[in-house]
């Protein structure tokens, strides 16, 4: 009756059609394709990074040198903004528009899902009206962490400075990324892996506006951020901060060592500069412009990179020698012709014939060019005569780098015999030919820290510990793990070190620097030193410590363009020791303090230098 | 009393437990979706689950009531309810209220009732009340004129509330009126037509001309199986196209390469289809007439859309197609949606656990996009299961209508079968990337009164009728 009853089996099955369709399609999208999983995983998933604060840097008096305040970054995730109203968003964080467009441009560049600055460093109170209105910005999330502050302003290159990360270092360490801090240099550097911490990471689930809806995993995956550890330094903060007030206008270094210890207590490099402009959001334009001063060249540490020639400081090393080879006795005397003296002329009249006392008194290039020449031809060769001399030249640490944390150290330069024998062929030099040793120039390099190393091992008489600035390191539970140095000691007899230092005694106590160096209440022991600078103006030098006996302080003052070491260089020095040990200047003195920071060295000659 | 019972005896409890099923899985989909830790009593009326729970008692309350009804009433009554129910979609563009673009709401005190869903109802009720009246001979020309109109009727006025979605459903009572006579080739055409629709404008003319033009030389070979006149024919076609194109390119033109595969679907058509007449194959003709017929639609579809429809018609079209409906890029919301059936892997993440649903990636996760906390919650395992509960459910009604010896409660069972295929087909297809988004919910699945509601007396006056499968109802 009813024709058309079997078009019932097309509809159900036209039905039953479209379901096996679809069952196949799940079964695809469902089983077979892993993808949408991680696809699922990657819309919710966000990571936020703790960051723990960076270890606090400390003086040997347990003052903070470094520590840290509150700072914001405006973070972004490029896939995941909406458009927004550019103009609100720039007006709370108050950037400019072409500023936050090149920084999201600069962020698409770097990853689509990864996380990038925006705007870094926001302070306290941009980031409350921020976090209220950050709802509004879907793919924009604020980021806690520390600044770096800088309480005393002083020891900016042997601190060091901390600065964002670059693409070859997120290349090759996978610890850091986009917009992360390191340390640049200085002891930021060095300690970057003990002051960085461990960051933390809190994996949140969010909804399709970015609000957080909870933990992911339940928590299971998220770690806490570990504060970074602190340094304990044997810097002095306030006499840093003096130093460098004495060294205003003046373009050199200075570097003191507890010699017992081996502690850097000083180390000054000038012109220096603010630590704290390399900090915040003026960071860049700052160190383009320290960076383009390329006269005073403010980020170089000086008292490690400076490659001088030590000059009449150099003199106590060749007398220690001379001593130990027997090359000359303590009684051995010898005469001096003023200018007219030959090889070297002498710089000044003074008593002759004179022994080792005078000589390092007068410090007379007669006699110590006399004394260079006994050692070098002490040996069979002038060859072999001077391979003794480097030996305990490098024995002293010249020529060596003497510090194991600041990497940017150089090694300065002792000459290898091979040097000479390749200039003037082997058998055809000899003490003659290398006549400039004797006195501290022709091609020897020494950094001021070296100098201040070789007077501190003269301090001790006859050791050396290794200079270092970190002595020990408080880890995440406050307990202190005490850094081991090396203690190095020379092949020279303590005797002579007390001929030499009776000699350093006389420089204080018997010529003009009685008048600017000597102290009262102990006995300071020093030698200067008048550079000859081929590239200008003699450079001005003073090595010293000081009491004469148990020494508290190793000093080296170098200042370029100075002219003579007495000079500037002995009075700086002087104030110096007497800040660190009496914690005052004596009113006698203060006027020739007030002088020396007065004092403009800057522009003493034009020269065109070569560190 | 007696015949009462007569009725609660004669009721299909298997339809009831299929529909009560859906009901409750749908119900603890929409918990799901919209969950919320303030929230969790699931009596909170403030939240979507709240007030679902007293659609679903309301609903409850509707099929009791229809089953009370007498049967004789549906019938009696048919062209009323179509009737009244027209008057109030008439009234819409006046009195009602806008919601999401669509002024296709009443509001009544503080419930917002869509009247389109239950013109789904009145049309089935008027469609089986004209199809099993006296002396109904479908391809009558009368005939054929009242049905378009009862359809076309209400099309229109959904149209104008701007709710294409709801309106496009009537275009499957094509499947009963097919069950009950007409011609299969005007369900084939239909089908055609709309394929060939929805292929130029989703993908572009020249695919489809592209497509038609292969799907022509297979059919012609699986009729004839005759590999080298196959061949043959290709081997004309492209060599007009390839002919043209050289001389294109020959003379430097720049015209669009459209027009040469027009021309050589045209000139090749000419060709075999003198050849056809000359061998006298008409079926070859006949391929080769819908063949061309459906290049041409295409062509002019798409040269209508882009050259003579205004902006605002064509973003209508757009949308209905899931096209413009997108604010960040080609499929999101398609691929939202897929990316959250597909997390949820062979057994679901589990209940509450649904991330992709629960935090807003997947647009309207409790009504159009329900189908995606099933997929992630509840894995393969449970999309199989609704898919198999819709399946069950579609195949019994066929069932139930089939054995109705009254031709009003067949038709009227087999447009209830098919607007819920429809919904399935669609709703369905739209979120595995498989239909256009054209937005209309699941039925018994989807949150909200009007729709669940309306599905629930669709549903039940049928189960009403086929309850009284052994009276004669007379009119």
New interface residues.
């Given amino acids: 009756m009813d024709t058309f009853s079997k078009r019932k089996f097309i509809i159900a099955g036209i039905m039953l059609l479209i379901g096996a369709i679809f069952i196949i399609r799940l079964f695809t999208i469902q089983i077979t394709n892993k993808t949408y999983k991680q696809f699922a995983t990657r819309n919710v998933l966000r990571k936020i990074i703790t960051f723990p604060a960076r270890g606090l840097i400390y003086d040997r008096n347990n003052e903070l040198m470094v520590y840290n305040k509150a700072a914001y970054d405006l973070m972004l995730i490029p896939r995941e903004v909406k458009s927004f109203d550019t103009t609100e968003l720039c007006r709370i964080v108050q950037l400019d528009r072409m500023e936050l467009r090149e920084s999201i441009k600069k962020a698409k560049q770097y990853s689509y899902y990864k996380p990038s600055i925006v705007a870094g460093q926001i302070s306290p109170d941009i980031y409350a009206p921020l976090q209220e209105k950050l709802y509004k910005y879907p793919g924009f999330f604020v980021q806690s962490r520390t600044l770096r502050e800088y309480p005393s302003k002083s020891a900016a290159q042997a601190l060091g400075f901390v600065g964002e990360v670059n693409q070859r270092i997120i290349e090759s360490d996978s610890y850091y990324r986009s917009g992360d801090y390191i340390g640049v240099s200085g002891l930021e550097k060095a300690y970057e892996k003990e002051l960085r911490g461990i960051k933390g990471i809190t994996k949140s689930m969010v909804d399709v506006h970015n609000r957080i809806k909870g933990k992911y995993n339940e928590g299971l995956e998220d770690t806490t951020a570990i504060l970074g550890q602190n340094l304990m330094t044997g810097l002095d903060a306030s006499l840093e901060a003096y130093a460098e007030l004495l060294m205003t206008n003046k373009r050199g270094a200075i570097v003191a060592i507890e010699p017992a210890t081996g502690e850097i207590i000083l180390m000054v490099s000038a012109p220096s500069y603010d630590p704290n402009v390399l900090v915040g959001r003026q960071r860049s334009t700052n160190y383009s412009i320290l960076d383009r001063d390329s006269l005073n060249k403010p980020m170089w540490n000086r008292a490690i990179i400076g490659r001088y020639p030590p000059g009449s400081t150099f003199k106590l090393a060749n007398a220690l020698i001379a001593l130990q080879e027997h090359a000359i006795s303590p009684f051995d005397r010898f005469s001096c012709s003023g200018k007219g003296s030959k090889p070297i002329s002498c710089t000044h009249p003074h008593v002759s014939p004179l022994a080792i006392r005078e000589g390092i008194r007068e410090s007379c290039n007669s006699f110590f060019w006399n004394t260079f020449r006994s050692i070098i031809n002490n040996k069979k060769n002038p060859a072999d005569g001077y391979q003794a001399w480097r030996d305990y030249i490098t024995s002293f640490g010249f020529g060596t780098k003497l510090n194991p944390e600041l990497s940017s150290e150089v090694k300065g330069n002792i000459p290898e015999v091979a040097l000479y024998d390749k200039w003037y062929t082997p058998g055809h030099w000899n003490a003659m030919t290398i006549r400039s040793l004797a006195i501290g120039q022709g091609e020897i390099e020494a950094t001021p820290l070296q100098m201040a190393n070789m007077c501190a091992l003269i301090a001790n008489r006859g050791y050396y510990i290794e200079p270092h600035i970190v002595k020990a390191i408080q880890d995440t539970n406050r307990v202190y793990r005490e850094l081991k140095f090396e203690k190095k000691v020379v092949d020279i007899a303590q005797e002579h070190f007390n001929t030499v230092i009776g000699g350093m005694e006389a420089v204080i106590a018997e010529t003009r620097l009685q008048f600017t160096v000597k102290q009262d209440s102990f006995i300071v022991c020093g030698k200067t030193g008048t550079v000859q600078n081929p590239h200008g103006a003699d450079h001005s030098a003073f090595v010293g410590f000081a009491p004469r006996d148990n020494p508290k302080i190793a000093i080296v003052v170098f200042i370029e363009n100075a002219g003579f070491g007495a000079t500037y260089a002995a009075p700086i020095a002087g104030m110096l020791i007497e800040k660190y040990m009496n914690d005052s200047i004596a009113p006698k003195r203060k006027e020739l303090e007030q002088r020396l920071i007065e004092t403009n060295l800057l522009n003493v000659v034009e020269v065109k230098k070569k560190l | 009393m007696e015949k009462r019972n007569n009725v609660w005896a004669n009721v299909d409890w298997i339809t009831i437990s299929i529909y009560l099923a859906m009901m409750i899985i749908g119900w603890i989909n929409i918990y799901a979706a919209v969950y919320n830790e303030e929230h969790k009593s699931i009596f909170d009326f403030t939240q979507q689950y709240g007030k679902q729970l007293m659609w679903i008692g309301a609903a409850i309350f509707i099929a009791v009531l229809m089953i009370n009804t007498d049967s004789k009433f549906f019938v009696s009554f048919a062209f009323p309810i179509y009737i009244v129910i027209i008057l109030i979609l008439m009234l819409v563009p006046f009195i009602g209220t806008v919601i999401n673009g669509a002024k296709s709401w009443i509001r009544i005190g503080d419930f917002l009732l869509q009247p389109s869903e239950f013109m789904k109802m009145a049309t089935s009720l008027a469609l089986a009340r004209y199809i099993s009246s006296y002396n109904f001979k479908i391809h009558s020309f009368k005939s054929l004129v009242t049905l378009g109109g009862i359809i076309l009727l209400p099309v229109g006025l959904i149209f104008l509330q701007n709710d294409t979605g709801s309106a496009i459903v009537f275009g499957v009572f094509l499947?009963v009126l097919?069950?009950?006579?007409l011609n299969g080739i005007v369900l084939f055409f239909s089908f055609l037509i709309a394929l060939v629709f929805i292929f130029t404008m989703v993908l572009d003319p020249l695919v489809t001309v592209l497509i038609l033009t292969a799907a022509a030389f297979l059919v012609n070979h699986l009729i004839k199986k005759k590999l080298q006149r196959t061949l043959i024919a290709v081997g004309v076609f492209t060599g007009i196209f390839a002919i043209l194109w050289l001389i294109n390119y020959l003379v430097q033109g720049s015209v669009d390469p459209l027009y040469f595969l027009l021309a050589a679907a045209i000139i090749s058509s000419a060709i075999f289809f003198i050849w056809a007449m000359v061998i006298r194959k008409r079926s070859l003709a006949i391929l080769i007439g819908i063949y061309l017929g459906s290049v041409l639609f295409a062509v002019s579809v798409d040269y209508v859309f882009h050259n003579i429809m205004e902006q605002h018609q064509r973003d209508r079209i757009n949308e209905l197609l899931g096209i413009q409906s997108d604010l960040?890029g080609a499929g999101y919301h398609v691929n939202?949606s897929?990316?959250?059936?597909?997390?949820?892997?062979?057994f679901g993440k589990g209940f509450l656990q649904g991330?992709?649903t629960?935090?807003?990636?997947v647009p309207e996760q409790s009504t159009d996009f329900i189908f995606c906390t099933v997929?992630?919650e509840w894995?393969?395992l449970g999309?199989?299961t609704v898919?198999g509960l819709?399946?069950g459910l579609?195949?019994r009604l066929?069932f139930l209508a089939?054995r109705n010896r009254s031709k009003f409660s067949r038709v009227y069972g087999?447009c209830v079968?098919?607007i819920l295929?429809f919904h399935?087909?669609v709703n369905?297809?739209m979120t595995?990337?498989?239909a256009p988004v054209i937005g209309i919910p699941l039925p018994f699945f989807s949150y909200g009164g009007s729709s669940l509601w309306s599905f629930t007396l669709l549903l039940f006056v049928f189960i009403r009728l086929d309850a009284s499968r052994f009276e004669q109802l007379s009119y």
């Fill in positions: 499947l097919y069950r009950e006579g960040h939202q897929k990316i959250a059936i597909g997390s949820g892997g062979f991330t992709q629960k935090f807003d990636f997929g992630e894995g393969f999309t199989v898919i819709f399946l579609l195949i066929i089939e087999y079968a098919t295929f399935f087909a369905i297809g595995i990337g498989l």
